[in-house]
């Protein structure tokens, strides 16, 4: 029988911690506003005016008491169904409890009898005074986190992490409540897997329990069936093999094939979900000490960012939650979505949209920092049973690809100068290993991240979190240097929003007004912060002082600041990428922001992407040309076709001066091999010695930018772009002439056609109502950019808005 939700009539009553030991000792005087299931309380009281998610105010300090009038037509014996209850909870049936709960990840299944008239009541006590209670002696304390007893009770990090996240505290029926009537075929202890064997057959096993008779049990992959026989004590086991299965793949290098699988008891279909089939093998390398992703035996270059949270006040958790933002990672190319250890578990409906999207997870389980007490039977316990409910949830899901320890539990101890001896226990040693192995053996575990070389966070072994660009502020090219292998999180910086969203949510003087500042992220205890760390590159790349042309013109300083962070990250990748490249992926830190402001997400917290989100749009195109710096190896051209055919293309090579003039330029029709990559140095496109780099200096510079182009051999459409500036970007500012046509494109959606007569550097493109494909871009001469329009609302307004460029002060309007 399916679930039926109790989402509706709710109320919600705050009361000073255990004021109240019972629904009834609750006064009607007491105040109560309407509360949603699922929900949290910060969003019951920011819908009633109550809570401000931008100067949040602590929730853990007080109990919550929902309370609901439960009518039904009759008597009736049901189940309840509690998905998730954030944290200390009990739960009450007409003043009786019924469950107790001291878990936000754990589901709760209580049979009751209804009268048909009762009351249903659910107290969150209040955590901060069983966060403060002790426990068994840590070995080490994180900064990190403002409470160290978050290493003892199975809840969420966010809300405890001062300068990464808002302090909104996580309470409440976060995970729906539901109830079910006894259903007809009562199926237990459910068991499904599928997994693509070597032959490239589809393999799906399953086993449950069934509680009563039944004479017909039929199982179901897409078109394909077999029969299915139960045992004298109701244990039924069977497998369906699926000849030439279509293979579910990352969206980057295929199809992200799907089949429907049912069951089928005696004329009944119980639908449990979509599967695909996919193989996963970790490359270790000749030394052990690489990580790579083979999905179905072909190396992945795995690129993406670390989720967050869809709204940090609500955490929701259905497929329209979670849809806007995961459809922007695969718009961009993205192939990989790390949830991180200091978050939350997300839902089977993320995980189906992943499937479908051809976007891989990586799932840290929810452990970060700590030294968790490992040796505590009932810690141990409500960690079983947590992973044990949340992979069998996600059990049919192909996007599962990589199952971590996880965050930072190494890196903090080994941080701290204590030997591997101590970091490295029992608990990804045995206990989380194990638990993976048995539960999902198709996925790679990985002990920690990062996790791997002489110590945990060098970045030349294993898992790395590489922050060498990015806080560290080393130079670009320590991104080769260090031989990153693969890094889980990498590249942090505090973006700066669109202007559209700093005029509606954050219109107050950037970096120097208070409100502003609030929202940069910041190591806590650090002397600096994330603002910091994009000046520095914004000295680097453009020759600026920041303060100086923060209060010489604000309006540029932003837009700068929004250019290098896409330029930094855009190069970094291109190193990452090219070929002879040690590294096998990396995922930025991180995708979403929690609240409007300059934040690490490339998507700002409206929903909006941010110039970061275009450049990694650009530096993860499957069919990509790169241009690297070799130094007095000259410039090298890198073709990588990560697709599944053989790519016929024309590679040009133009180099510059003044942005207009070619001085030298070459092409050549290349067939690429499907997977493959291929590095043609400059001269053998010229045919002679050209100091593409400047690396010689034999005179004075005879160019300032090189752009490299790939085409279509039969369209010559546009496929890539890139470009190089070897006396550095600021050195190849011009005055350019943009010319601007509106068109409709082939779709029926708007567009705009663009040329130059010279180099535009990071073109902006503003439309009301609209979102442009591409942003913050440079513009050369030599091609027309279509640049395809998509309505915001459902409205086929003619558009209209600005062009700017940082080339020029000059903006055209239309």
């Excluded at 409890?97 to 209040?126: K, Q, W, Y």
């Excluded at 001062?162 to 007809?184: N, Q, V």
């Excluded at 000259?634 to 055919?645: I, Y």
């Amino acid at each position: 029988m399916p679930e039926i939700p109790l989402s509706d009539g709710w109320t919600l009553t705050t009361s000073a911690a255990n004021s109240y030991s019972k629904p009834s000792d609750i006064p009607s005087t007491e105040k109560s506003v309407p509360a949603m299931v699922p929900g949290t309380v910060a969003a019951a009281l920011e819908a009633a005016g109550l809570f401000d998610r931008n100067n949040p105010h602590p929730l853990d300090m007080q109990d919550a008491w929902y309370r609901l009038e439960l009518k039904t037509d009759e008597p009736a014996n049901i189940t309840l169904h509690f998905a998730g209850l954030a944290t200390m909870a009990e739960v009450f049936l007409n003043d009786r409890l019924i469950l107790s709960s001291e878990s936000m990840f754990e589901r709760h299944d209580v049979p009751v009898h209804l009268t048909g008239n009762d009351t249903l009541a659910i107290c969150f006590r209040a955590l901060a005074p069983h966060l403060a209670r002790k426990g068994p002696r840590a070995r080490w304390r994180p900064q990190m986190m403002n409470n160290q007893g978050l290493r003892l009770i199975r809840t969420t990090a966010l809300g405890y992490m001062p300068g990464w996240c808002p302090e909104i505290h996580g309470i409440g029926p976060w995970r729906p409540i539901s109830y079910s009537h006894t259903p007809r075929h009562d199926i237990q202890s459910l068991k499904v897997a599928s997994t693509l064997l070597e032959n490239g057959d589809g393999l799906l096993k399953l086993s449950f329990k069934l509680a009563n008779a039944a004479t017909n049990l039929t199982l179901s992959c897409g078109s394909h069936t077999t029969q299915l026989h139960s045992n004298s004590d109701g244990l039924v086991e069977g497998q369906l093999t699926l000849s030439d299965v279509q293979q579910w793949w990352p969206h980057t290098h295929g199809a992200p094939a799907l089949y429907e699988v049912a069951l089928h008891i005696d004329g009944e279909t119980y639908a449990l979900g979509q599967t695909g089939f996919r193989r996963i093998e970790v490359d270790r390398g000749s030394d052990g000490n690489d990580f790579a992703l083979l999905i179905n035996g072909e190396r992945i270059f795995c690129r993406g960012a670390v989720w967050t949270n869809a709204d940090i006040v609500k955490l929701p958790a259905e497929r329209a939650d979670y849809e806007p933002w995961l459809k922007l990672a695969a718009d961009a190319g993205m192939n990989m979505i790390r949830i991180g250890g200091t978050m939350t578990y997300e839902t089977p409906d993320f995980f189906q949209l992943c499937d479908e999207l051809g976007l891989m997870i990586w799932q840290d389980l929810m452990f970060a920092n700590f030294d968790y007490p490992a040796k505590d039977e009932a810690f141990c316990n409500h960690v079983q049973t947590e992973i044990s409910q949340f992979l069998d949830g996600v059990c049919l899901s192909p996007s599962l690809v990589v199952l971590c320890g996880g965050s930072e539990m190494h890196q903090q101890g080994a941080m701290l100068g204590l030997p591997e001896s101590i970091w490295n226990g029992p608990l990804t040693q045995e206990i989380l290993p194990e638990l993976s192995a048995t539960l999902r053996p198709d996925v790679p575990f990985v002990a920690n991240s990062p996790s791997g070389g002489a110590l945990p966070f060098y970045p030349n072994v294993g898992i790395a979190h590489y922050y060498g660009v990015g806080a560290y502020c080393r130079p670009l090219e320590d991104a080769r240097r260090v031989n990153v292998r693969f890094a889980a999180e990498c590249l942090a910086f505090a973006n700066v929003p669109q202007q559209q969203t700093l005029d509606r949510h954050l219109s107050v003087p950037a970096v120097i007004d208070p409100v502003w500042k609030n929202r940069v992220p910041r190591d806590r205890s650090a002397s600096w912060d994330f603002e910091d760390i994009r000046e520095h590159y914004l000295t680097a790349l453009y020759g600026f002082e920041p303060a100086c042309l923060r209060r010489e013109d604000q309006a540029r300083y932003l837009d700068f600041s929004r250019a290098v962070t896409a330029e930094v990250m855009e190069a970094t990748f291109g190193e990452w990428r090219r070929d002879g490249s040690s590294c096998n992926g990396a995922l930025v830190w991180t995708l979403q922001d929690l609240i409007p402001g300059a934040g690490w997400g490339v998507i700002d917290a409206t929903g909006e992407p941010k110039s970061a989100w275009y450049a990694l749009k650009r530096a993860f195109r499957p069919l990509q040309v790169l241009l690297i710096d070799e130094g007095t190896n000259g410039l090298d051209v890198h073709l990588l076709n990560e697709t599944a055919e053989t790519q016929s293309i024309i590679v040009e090579l133009t180099c510059l001066r003044d942005g207009s003039q070619p001085v030298v330029s070459a092409k050549r029709a290349v067939h690429i091999d499907a997977r493959q990559k291929l590095t043609i140095a400059a001269t053998d496109l010229f045919g002679a010695f050209f100091d593409t780099t400047y690396a010689y200096r034999f005179g004075p510079p005879s160019h300032d930018v090189t752009v490299a182009r790939l085409r279509d051999a039969e369209t010559d459409d546009v496929l890539a772009e890139t470009f190089h500036f070897p006396l550095g970007r600021i050195e190849a500012m011009h005055n350019p002439t943009i010319e601007m046509h509106l068109l409709r494109h082939e779709n029926g959606n708007w567009c705009l056609k663009l040329t130059t007569d010279r180099l535009a550097q990071s073109v902006h493109i503003k439309v009301d109502g609209y979102r442009p494909s591409e942003d913050w871009f440079h513009l050369a001469p030599g091609a027309a950019k279509t640049i395809e329009l998509t309505s915001r609302t459902a409205e086929d307004i003619l558009p209209s808005g600005e062009i700017t460029t940082l080339s020029s002060r000059q903006t055209l309007r239309f």
